[in-house]
C-alpha cells in the first residue's frame, strides 16, 4: 500500500475508510470504538472501530512484520494510513525526517523504507489545492431582524430574534428601548473604570527618560488609519497630544479595517 504518513508525534494509528473498503473487509470485523480521537485544533473524530492488520514493511530479505490496531476513520485524506507511535514502537523503528528514512531491526541486519518525494509532491499539491474547497461555513440558528434604537435614526440598531413571540418580542424591543441611555456608541461615551475597582500598570522604570521609537515611513492606507484611530482617542479625551502617536502608536490588524492603532494607555 502506497501514500502512508509516518507521524511519530500522535498516539493512535489511523486507517482511513477509503483504504479500509480497498481492502475488502467486511465491516462486522471492526471492534466498537468508545473515545474519540482529537487533533491538535481540538477537533474530534469518531472513529468507525478498529481492526488488527498485519503490516510487512521493507525489502526482500531485510523486512519485519507486525500486527498493528488500526483506528478506521471516514474523513476525507490524501493518505490511506497513518503510522503513530504504537506502530513505530511495535517496529522498533527510528525516523529520520533529515534523511527522509525509516529504519529498523530485521533477522536479516537493518531495514530501511525510504521516502517517496516524488508521491509526497503530489499529495502536498493536490493538498494545496484543495484547501478550502470542502469548507463548510456556519450558518445562524436563525435569522435577525434589525430595530433601530431610536427613531428616525438607523445608524444604532439592534437585532431581535425572528422567531420570538409577538408579545415576548414587543416587550424585549420596549425594554431596550427605555435602557437606551445603557449603551454605549462612540468612545466617548465610555466612561471608564473607576481605579478601586480595576488599574493597569504598564511595568516602566519611573526613574528612566521615556524611549522615543525611530521613525516609521507608512503607506497612504496605514496612515489614514493611524489618523483616524488618534482622532477617535483625542474626542474620547484619552490622549493629549501627539505623544501617543510617536510611543505607542503602532498600526496591527483589525477586523473592521486592514490597519489599526492600537489603544494604549
Same mark, same amino acid.
Given at each position: 500500500?502506497?501514500?502512508?504518513l509516518v507521524d511519530s508525534g500522535?498516539?493512535?494509528d489511523?486507517?482511513y475508510?477509503?483504504?479500509?473498503n480497498q481492502?475488502?473487509?467486511?465491516?462486522?470485523?471492526l471492534?466498537p470504538?468508545?473515545t474519540?480521537l482529537?487533533?491538535?485544533?481540538?477537533e474530534?473524530v469518531?472513529p468507525?472501530?478498529?481492526?488488527?492488520?498485519?503490516?510487512l514493511?521493507?525489502?526482500?530479505?531485510?523486512? +519485519?512484520?507486525?500486527?498493528?490496531?488500526?483506528?478506521v476513520?471516514? +474523513?476525507?485524506?490524501?493518505?490511506?494510513?497513518i503510522?503513530?507511535?504504537?506502530?513505530?514502537n511495535l517496529m522498533?523503528?527510528?525516523v529520520?525526517?533529515r534523511?527522509l528514512?525509516?529504519?529498523f531491526?530485521?533477522?536479516?541486519?537493518?531495514?530501511?523504507?525510504?521516502?517517496?518525494?516524488?508521491?509526497?509532491r @503530489?499529495?502536498?499539491?493536490t493538498?494545496?489545492m484543495?484547501?478550502?474547497k470542502d469548507?463548510?461555513?456556519?450558518?445562524p440558528?436563525?435569522d435577525v431582524? @434589525?430595530?433601530?434604537?431610536e427613531?428616525?435614526n438607523?445608524?444604532?440598531v439592534?437585532q431581535?430574534?425572528?422567531?420570538?413571540?409577538?408579545?415576548?418580542?414587543?416587550?424585549l424591543?420596549t425594554?431596550?428601548?427605555?435602557?437606551?441611555?445603557v449603551f454605549?456608541?462612540?468612545?466617548?461615551?465610555?466612561?471608564?473604570?473607576?481605579?478601586?475597582v480595576m488599574?493597569?500598570?504598564?511595568t516602566?522604570?519611573?526613574m528612566r527618560?521615556? +524611549?522615543r521609537h525611530?521613525?516609521?515611513?507608512?503607506?497612504?492606507? @496605514?496612515q489614514?488609519?493611524?489618523?483616524?484611530e488618534v482622532s477617535?482617542?483625542? @474626542?474620547?479625551?484619552?490622549?493629549?497630544?501627539?505623544a501617543?502617536?510617536r510611543?505607542?502608536g503602532?498600526?496591527?490588524?483589525s477586523?473592521?479595517?486592514?490597519w489599526?492603532?492600537?489603544?494604549?494607555?
Amino acid at each position: 500500500m502506497k501514500r502512508i504518513l509516518v507521524d511519530s508525534g500522535s498516539s493512535a494509528d489511523i486507517l482511513y475508510k477509503h483504504a479500509f473498503n480497498q481492502l475488502r473487509i467486511p465491516v462486522d470485523q471492526l471492534k466498537p470504538v468508545k473515545t474519540p480521537l482529537v487533533g491538535f485544533a481540538g477537533e474530534m473524530v469518531h472513529p468507525l472501530g478498529s481492526i488488527d492488520l498485519s503490516v510487512l514493511a521493507g525489502t526482500t530479505p531485510r523486512q +519485519t512484520q507486525v500486527q498493528m490496531t488500526f483506528s478506521v476513520v471516514d +474523513t476525507p485524506s490524501l493518505y490511506n494510513e497513518i503510522i503513530r507511535r504504537p506502530g513505530l514502537n511495535l517496529m522498533e523503528a527510528i525516523v529520520s525526517t533529515r534523511h527522509l528514512l525509516m529504519k529498523f531491526p530485521t533477522r536479516f541486519s537493518v531495514g530501511e523504507a525510504r521516502r517517496d518525494q516524488q508521491v509526497a509532491r @503530489q499529495c502536498y499539491k493536490t493538498a494545496v489545492m484543495d484547501k478550502g474547497k470542502d469548507k463548510v461555513l456556519s450558518q445562524p440558528v436563525e435569522d435577525v431582524i @434589525q430595530v433601530p434604537l431610536e427613531e428616525g435614526n438607523s445608524n444604532r440598531v439592534f437585532q431581535v430574534a425572528s422567531q420570538l413571540g409577538e408579545v415576548e418580542k414587543g416587550e424585549l424591543i420596549t425594554f431596550l428601548q427605555n435602557n437606551k441611555d445603557v449603551f454605549s456608541w462612540s468612545a466617548e461615551e465610555v466612561p471608564g473604570i473607576s481605579p478601586n475597582v480595576m488599574v493597569h500598570k504598564l511595568t516602566v522604570d519611573p526613574m528612566r527618560p521615556p +524611549t522615543r521609537h525611530k521613525k516609521r515611513n507608512f503607506a497612504l492606507e @496605514q496612515q489614514q488609519a493611524i489618523a483616524e484611530e488618534v482622532s477617535k482617542l483625542m @474626542q474620547a479625551g484619552k490622549d493629549k497630544g501627539s505623544a501617543l502617536l510617536r510611543l505607542a502608536g503602532e498600526p496591527s490588524p483589525s477586523q473592521k479595517s486592514k490597519w489599526q492603532v492600537d489603544d494604549v494607555h
